[in-house]
């Protein structure tokens, strides 16, 4: 337990490092290191994907106030988008949750490590969206948020590798659609780890200190570590060249996904 400990405050410095200096949800370097650590655990492949995301889920929830909250004292939160997409986004997170208990391991980690390598591809090259119009009108807003929710929910992210494209696309300015992402990861990961609480609870495989799927030994280390830590990740961004850092931590997360894949 203390090694796994240890385990957990390391991901949570990563993933706490991650987020201050790329702005990337720490899902991406979580829901890897709880597989490994979890598997060695021995925790059944039955439950091992779920809990990985789930748990991921729960850090977010955690670590996504401070965040929120800077950005909108900054006045970087646009309220309005955000209460557009608020249902479609909390509905659309409890059925990711929902969908993902009924999902092998082989296929969440095929999902998963597919979107890594979208992700390694979008930084490694600097991928952009461009501009095409402006936002729609409610039911389109409800419906992007049904979609970010959903998928975010289904592989353990705070969904802003979905709500910035999607918002930039639509005309937001960059600041306004990070701060407002980041606004819409807080419903995304509490709807999709109550999600996983409920159709969690009772499985006989799950091990001791779970809460359906979540497992708060490796919450409350990740937790506490990357709420530490991020601060130090966003002053880094300040003085080290972002277009290496994001290159070198794209292969990173390619050799990662072309693991998961090939597992």
């Not at 829901?31 to 059944?44: D, E, T």
């Not at 119009?133 to 049904?146: I, K």
């Not at 937790?223 to 991020?230: D, G, N, P, Q, R």
Request: net charge positive.
């Amino acid at each position: 337990m203390v090694l796994d400990l240890i385990v957990y405050l390391a991901a949570g410095c990563v993933s706490g490092l991650i987020a201050g200096m790329f702005g990337l949800g720490g899902g991406v370097v979580i829901v890897p290191v709880l597989i490994f650590v979890l598997g060695a655990q021995g925790v059944s492949v039955a439950v091992l994907m779920q809990m990985a995301v789930a748990s991921s889920l729960a850090v977010i929830v955690i670590s996504s106030v401070s965040s929120v909250r800077a950005h909108s004292q900054l006045g970087g939160v646009d309220w309005s988008i955000f209460r557009g997409m608020a249902a479609g986004i909390v509905l659309g997170a409890l059925g990711g949750a929902v969908l993902a208990n009924f999902l092998s391991f082989d296929v969440l980690r095929n999902v998963f490590g597919a979107f890594l390598l979208a992700v390694a591809a979008q930084m490694g090259f600097g991928l952009k969206p461009r501009t095409q119009g402006r936002l729609p009108g409610a039911l389109g807003l409800n419906l992007a948020g049904f979609g970010v929710g959903g998928f975010s929910a289904l592989v353990g992210i705070g969904g802003g590798t979905l709500t910035v494209p999607f918002l930039s696309r639509c005309g937001v300015v960059m600041q306004k659609a990070v701060g407002t992402s980041a606004a819409c990861g807080m419903p995304i990961a509490a709807a999709g780890t109550l999600g996983f609480v409920i159709t969690g609870w009772g499985r006989p495989e799950l091990p001791p200190y779970a809460t359906g799927y979540v497992y708060w030994p490796a919450v409350a280390g990740i937790a506490v570590a990357s709420y530490l830590v991020a601060p130090l990740g966003a002053r880094l961004a300040h003085r080290l060249p972002p277009r290496l850092l994001r290159r070198i931590f794209a292969v990173v997360l390619s050799l990662v996904a072309l693991r998961m894949l090939i597992a």
